[in-house]
């Protein structure tokens, strides 16, 4: 049941964030792609142990004071992964997290062009939004949009500075091939991670040890048919807390 489930939020995921995502191409200027970093594996006891130690640079509530910091963009490429990966073992993680501001933000976005009221109320949203999903990237792409919009571009450079440097952090974990998947620990993030390098997702297939195949449609001068997620963690999560879904 709970793969099932699983696959019903893929489903999900992929009308609304390629819906969301191509229309925030338009409105956000092209931005370049994360900086390259090594890759690295995802170990999570590791993680455990450091995001739990209360000494250590990259204890949990430390990285989320860092996070919400407006000015803040010394953290390095392991502690996004840490902060990233770290989530997983919080209290309040659940892999199938949806604000029940979301669709209040989408509903009026695909409305274009925007009244200044219109804004004010993705603006809200959207923030309530992440309040309750930091990790929602298709509620920090509207939010960026929005802010954009009403000309606070400082604060919709820190945004956009967060949201490259999430995508980063999933983008070290591997190379999204069958050997080397990228870690996610929510399956939006599958959809956003594929539509961030230009492709459509048009089949998904849960293969075996955790492992997600999305299929996308070809792009011209592009050889990728497809690519590989590691969604292990995050279902191992959601049958401990869900054993009954």
Same mark, same amino acid.
């Given at each position: 049941?709970?793969?099932?489930?699983?696959?019903?939020?893929?489903?999900?995921?992929? !009308? &609304?964030?390629?819906?969301?995502?191509?229309?925030?191409?338009?409105?956000?200027?092209?931005?370049?792609?994360?900086?390259?970093?090594?890759?690295?594996?995802?170990?999570?006891?590791?993680?455990?142990?450091?995001?739990?130690?209360?000494?250590?640079?990259?204890?949990?509530?430390?990285?989320?004071?860092?996070? %919400?910091?407006?000015?803040?963009?010394?953290?390095?490429? +392991?502690?996004?992964?840490?902060?990233?990966?770290?989530?997983?073992?919080? *209290?309040?993680?659940?892999? %199938?997290? +949806?604000?029940?501001?979301? /669709?209040?933000?989408?509903?009026?976005?695909?409305?274009?062009?925007?009244?200044?009221?219109?804004?004010? &109320? @993705? *603006?809200?949203?959207?923030?309530?939004?992440? /309040?309750?999903? #930091?990790?929602? #990237?298709?509620? #920090?792409?509207?939010?960026?949009?929005?802010?954009? +919009?009403?000309?606070?571009?400082?604060?919709?450079?820190?945004?956009?500075?967060?949201?490259?440097?999430?995508?980063?952090?999933?983008?070290?974990?591997?190379?999204?091939?069958?050997?080397?998947?990228?870690?996610?620990? !929510?399956?939006?993030? *599958?959809?956003?991670?594929?539509?961030?390098?230009?492709?459509?997702?048009?089949?998904?297939?849960?293969?075996?040890?955790? @492992?997600?195949?999305?299929?996308?449609?070809?792009?011209?001068?592009?050889?990728?048919?497809? %690519?590989?997620?590691?969604?292990?963690?995050?279902?191992?999560?959601? &049958?401990?807390? %869900?054993?009954?879904?």
């Amino acid at each position: 049941m709970i793969r099932l489930k699983h696959i019903l939020i893929l489903f999900i995921a992929v !009308t &609304t964030t390629v819906m969301g995502w191509a229309q925030a191409q338009k409105e956000v200027p092209e931005r370049n792609q994360p900086s390259k970093f090594a890759i690295k594996k995802v170990d999570f006891e590791h993680v455990k142990e450091v995001t739990t130690n209360p000494k250590n640079a990259y204890y949990y509530p430390k990285l989320m004071k860092a996070y %919400f910091s407006n000015n803040d963009t010394t953290l390095s490429i +392991e502690a996004w992964r840490n902060f990233y990966y770290g989530y997983t073992f919080q *209290e309040d993680y659940n892999p %199938f997290r +949806e604000s029940i501001y979301s /669709n209040k933000v989408e509903e009026l976005y695909y409305k274009q062009p925007h009244s200044r009221a219109e804004c004010d &109320t @993705i *603006e809200k949203y959207a923030e309530l939004s992440l /309040n309750d999903n #930091m990790f929602d #990237m298709n509620q #920090m792409n509207f939010y960026i949009y929005v802010l954009k +919009e009403k000309k606070k571009h400082a604060r919709a450079a820190m945004w956009q500075y967060r949201l490259d440097r999430l995508i980063a952090a999933i983008m070290s974990s591997g190379k999204g091939t069958k050997e080397e998947p990228w870690v996610v620990i !929510t399956p939006e993030h *599958e959809y956003n991670i594929i539509n961030f390098l230009g492709f459509v997702a048009i089949d998904h297939e849960t293969l075996d040890g955790g @492992i997600d195949y999305i299929k996308v449609q070809p792009v011209a001068g592009k050889s990728a048919e497809g %690519f590989y997620f590691d969604i292990s963690r995050m279902m191992q999560i959601a &049958t401990l807390k %869900f054993p009954d879904i």
